[in-house]
């Protein structure tokens, strides 16, 4: 599992991208067998003047639903139980949500930007649906070459040199 969220969060490292997450099926259910996925808007206000509260109700009621979409989508297997330890590890049974979580894998420069063919959909998955979903979904710009302090894979994962 640990190696497969390693994978998966890998590519909120391969940041070059810019292009903006597309509604895609959740997969299952439905009579017509897909469920469509959340809509991806932006909070009602900025990240950092919410309150814990509405950050937890927005995570709750946007991101986790949104990003639980992508993630089964991506992997089924792997991903067939999302919640919000998933992402934020067991500190959330004490109410903890601190990111990067040190319990999502450690990731390289090296791994990020020359993945191998194991890792490369990873990669492509987090930076292409992932990261900029993340951003929206959170209000806050991508990281980017001229914008270092966007969210991106050191937002969740730490980085090792």
Avoid at 100 to 108: A, D
Wanted: glycine fraction near 8%; aromatic fraction near 8%; proline fraction near 11%.
């Amino acid at each position: 599992m640990k190696r497969l969220l390693l994978l998966s969060f890998l590519m909120a490292a391969a940041c070059g991208s810019k292009t903006k997450a597309a509604e895609e099926p959740a997969g299952g259910g439905g009579e017509g067998g897909e469920v469509a996925a959340p809509v991806v808007e932006s909070p009602p206000k900025p990240w950092a003047d919410m309150e814990k509260k509405e950050r937890i109700e927005w995570m709750k009621t946007k991101v986790l639903p949104t990003m639980k979409a992508k993630f089964q989508a991506f992997n089924p297997t792997e991903f067939e139980e999302f919640k919000c330890e998933t992402c934020h590890g067991a500190g959330v049974n004490q109410g903890k949500f601190d990111m990067p979580n040190p319990e999502l894998p450690t990731l390289t420069p090296a791994l990020v930007q020359n993945p191998d063919a194991e890792h490369k959909p990873w990669v492509d998955f987090m930076s292409n649906e992932v990261k900029p979903t993340m951003a929206t979904l959170l209000g806050l710009p991508e990281w980017s070459p001229e914008n270092p302090a966007g969210l991106g894979c050191a937002t969740c994962h730490e980085f090792q040199q």
